[in-house]
C-alpha cells in the first residue's frame, strides 16, 4: 500500500540553523507532492507543492523542496530558520493514477529557539 | 486567513450525544473532504465530496454521518461515540477532477473531546 515516511518526528533547532526534513514515499508512478505546515493553535496551510517540471520547488517562507524521483524522496529544507518556524510540518503525496487520495506522513514537529 | 472554516473550534461531548460539526468553503470547489488528525498518527481521511456526492468512505463507523447539501457546505454529524473519538477533525476542499493538479485546502478543524 502507498505510504509516506516522515522519519525526523520531532527536531530542535537554534535560531539561524539550517532545516532540512526528510520525507519519502512508497510508489513508483507518478506522484503529485505537498508540504503542508501547522503552527500552534492554526489551520494546516500549504508550503509548496510539485505537481511536474523543475524538481527544485520554491515556496512561502523562505522554504524549498527538491524532488528526487530516484529515492522516492521530497525533503523540505530551509537555510535559515526563526522561531516563528516552530510549527509541525507534513508532507503528503497523491499517486495519480493509483488512489488519488492524498496520504499524509505522520509530521515533525520544529522547535527553533531564539 | 482561510478559505475554509469550521464550527464550532471546540467540542466536549458525552457518549450520548448528538452533536454536527459544520464546514463551509468559500472558495468556489467542488469536492470537499472529512479527515481525523490524532496525535502521532497521519491525518486519516475519513469521507470525501464531490459536487455533493458521497465518493470516499473510508471504512468509517457509522456513528460518524456526513451530509454534503451543496458544493460549498459539509456536515459530520455525530452520535454515540467512544472516548477514542477524540481528536481534531479537520475539513478540506479543492478542485477535484478538473486536472491532475488539485491541492487541498484546510479549514481550522473542531478540536473534539469525548467524554
Known amino acids: 500500500a502507498q505510504s509516506v515516511s516522515q522519519h525526523n518526528h520531532h527536531v530542535i533547532l537554534s535560531e539561524a540553523a539550517s532545516l532540512e526534513l526528510g520525507c519519502n514515499y512508497s510508489y513508483g508512478g507518478t506522484v503529485n507532492l505537498f508540504w503542508y505546515v501547522q503552527y500552534p493553535g492554526q489551520h494546516l496551510q500549504l508550503l509548496l507543492k510539485y505537481f511536474s517540471g523543475d524538481p527544485l520547488v520554491k515556496g512561502i517562507k523562505g522554504f524549498e523542496a527538491e524532488f528526487i524521483k530516484s529515492k522516492f524522496s521530497f525533503n523540505l529544507r530551509k537555510p535559515s530558520v526563526q522561531w516563528s518556524d516552530t510549527a509541525e510540518y507534513f508532507c503528503?503525496?497523491?499517486?495519480?493514477?493509483?488512489?488519488?487520495?492524498?496520504?499524509f506522513g505522520t509530521g515533525t514537529r520544529l522547535q527553533v529557539f531564539p | 486567513e482561510t478559505g475554509v472554516t469550521q464550527t464550532p473550534r471546540h467540542l466536549v461531548m458525552g457518549m450520548t450525544n448528538k452533536k454536527s460539526l459544520k464546514c463551509e468553503q468559500h472558495?468556489?470547489?467542488?469536492?470537499m473532504y472529512w479527515y481525523k488528525q490524532s496525535a502521532k498518527k497521519p491525518l486519516e481521511l475519513m469521507f470525501v465530496y464531490n459536487f455533493k456526492e458521497q465518493t470516499e468512505n473510508n471504512s468509517v463507523p457509522s456513528r460518524f454521518s456526513p451530509e454534503c447539501p451543496n458544493s460549498s457546505h459539509l456536515f459530520l454529524h455525530l452520535h454515540t461515540l467512544q472516548p477514542e473519538d477524540s481528536a481534531l477533525y479537520l475539513c478540506a476542499s479543492s478542485s477535484a477532477g478538473t486536472s491532475n493538479r488539485e491541492t487541498q485546502y484546510f479549514g481550522p478543524g473542531t478540536r473534539l473531546l469525548v467524554l
Open positions: 503528503a503525496v497523491r499517486a495519480l493514477g493509483n488512489t488519488d487520495k492524498l496520504i
Open positions: 472558495l468556489g470547489h467542488n469536492a
